[in-house]
């Protein structure tokens, strides 16, 4: 078996396995488990189009979340508008507003970047805890919105089981990674990188970094718009401060960072290393103290920074280089760049 | 015909006056080479035809169209290129991916970028060092990578900004011959240099400013006998050696 063929196959039996998963687990609060673990991957993976690739930090994307979850929401209780559209228009306004708060913001560099995006998020938040309508849209202040139940129906959105959620959000993990993974072998991959690292060389080489960068953010928040959809179709419920305070934005970034920014399996790699962790504390620590998983989270991420400062993908891949050219014998040399996007789909198993 | 015309160009930082008054012009397939020294206002000079900053006074005009107001990006669409003095490598990228960054100006497909990546680290004779990280190069190759970046985007007119600066004699004698065979492939090309040496072997023609104004222009070998650059950069030493 050959190298390239080793890498397929467990591309394949990965796919298979997590497309398989729910007719072997049944039960909800493991499905609805997983179903998270996927949610924040894609998130992530939207985010590090921007976080990863363009070499800035948003640390609000929280906002997209909640903007998409507003806005499907509205459309359905207020106008009957299947969240499937709903979605997309949230996404087009995400979009819009990610654009709006990148135009002046994305030159900035390093923390102020952050700092910037930080302000917006809570600012969002707090603005819409504080008033109950807005405009013609009910925004119901700090008690959020509930979707009445409508019993199973893909029109709108809604699912007894499990199933069909976890599906969907597999689905869109699997298109958002593939969206990426095509974004880096591209133009645009190379400028988003090339704008990064050095925005006055890249300039000279002919890209327009700002607009690169922006391109990204609109993508980026379009595509977490949609999550925001997701979750609240999921939940059903959502409210401001548990839908898009700091604890999602700051996640989003500590599983990117943990996983290996830039890459396009650090995300999955970061959620499969992360979530099973959050999803312990809260069930058995959680009524001690909450938010302390996010301390966890903040020590892991300085142990991880200190001995591995790119994240756990580089050396996730290394070693799996190393066992896959065991396994077909071939030699070190021909094969020194291992599949990155391989590795992080065997971390699935 | 002159691809490059540079016209009663002043730069002011504040109250500092950087360059002033400078005419310049590079004819078509020329070596022109700028000397003189630090802080005389080389590298201003480069920014300012490179469209870092607009000057505040003056004209240029590249290819006979001013590029009042062009970006960069802009400018290297028109096909002017440069490299920059404090060299700046994608560190965290291989040789070839900060290459193709630059291929990628006139192409929009990866394989196409790749093919012409290959074909220029092959002219700078880099190719060996394809796959290593940019960041690990000696400050040789990286001087050598600056240009091939620059190679990359297909320019007509090259600004190289000191990049023989801390290289060995025979790395120096290896960049002179480089750009002879750029020159002989259609590229014009402006040089900063410090290196006397290259300068002379290099230079069609060679200006010297100082303190911001131009002090000297013309061949390499009447230039280095006039007193005022004597003075001013080469010391009165030079004339003798």
Known sequence: MSRKQLDMTLLGLAGLLSFGLPLVISSPTYLQILILLFFYAYVTTAWNLVGGFAGVLPLGHSVFVGIGAYSSTILTLQYGVSPWIGMIVGGLLASGVGVLIGRPTLRMRGAYFALCTIAFAEGVRVMIENIDTLGPFKLNGPRGLLIPLKGDSFWNYQFMHKGPYYYIILIMLVLVLTLTWFISKSKIGYYLAAGGDEPEAAEALGVNVAKYKLMAMALSCFLTALAGTFYAQLMLYFYPKGLMGLDLSFEIAFIALIGGRGMIAGPLVGALALRPLNEFTRIYLGDQLPGLHLVIFGLILILVMLYQPKGLTPPLARLYGRLANRITGSDKSGHRTSSLKTTGQEGAQ | ?241
């Open chain 2, 1 to 241: 015909m002159n691809i490059l015309e540079i016209s009663g160009v002043t730069k002011h930082f504040g109250g500092l006056t950087a360059i002033s008054d400078v005419d310049l012009h590079i004819a078509k397939g020329e070596i022109l080479g700028l000397i003189g020294p630090n802080g005389a206002g080389k590298s201003t000079m480069f920014n300012c035809v490179a469209g870092v900053f607009p000057p505040s006074a003056g004209a240029i005009r590249f290819k006979g169209e001013s590029i009042a107001g062009k970006k960069p990006w802009d400018l290297s669409r028109l096909g002017l290129a440069r490299t920059f003095q404090i060299v700046k490598p994608f560190a965290s990228k291989t040789v070839l991916y900060n290459v193709m960054v630059g291929a990628f100006l006139r192409t929009g497909s990866a394989r196409k970028a790749r093919e012409k990546a290959n074909e220029v680290l092959t002219t700078l004779q880099l190719d060996h060092r394809k796959d290593q990280l940019s960041g690990n190069l000696t400050i040789a190759d990286r001087k050598r990578l600056e240009i091939a970046k620059a190679l990359a985007t297909d320019p007509e007119l090259l600004l190289l900004d000191e990049v023989m600066a801390g290289l060995r004699p025979t790395e120096v004698d290896e960049m002179i011959a480089i750009i002879k065979r750029l020159r002989d492939g259609g590229v014009t090309v402006f040089v900063i240099e410090h290196i006397m040496r290259a300068v002379m072997a290099l230079s069609d023609r060679v200006a010297v400013i100082h303190f911001g104004q131009k002090i000297a222009e013309g061949k390499p070998e009447d230039v280095t006998r006039v007193e005022n650059v004597i003075k001013a950069y080469l010391g009165s030493d030079y004339g003798a050696a």
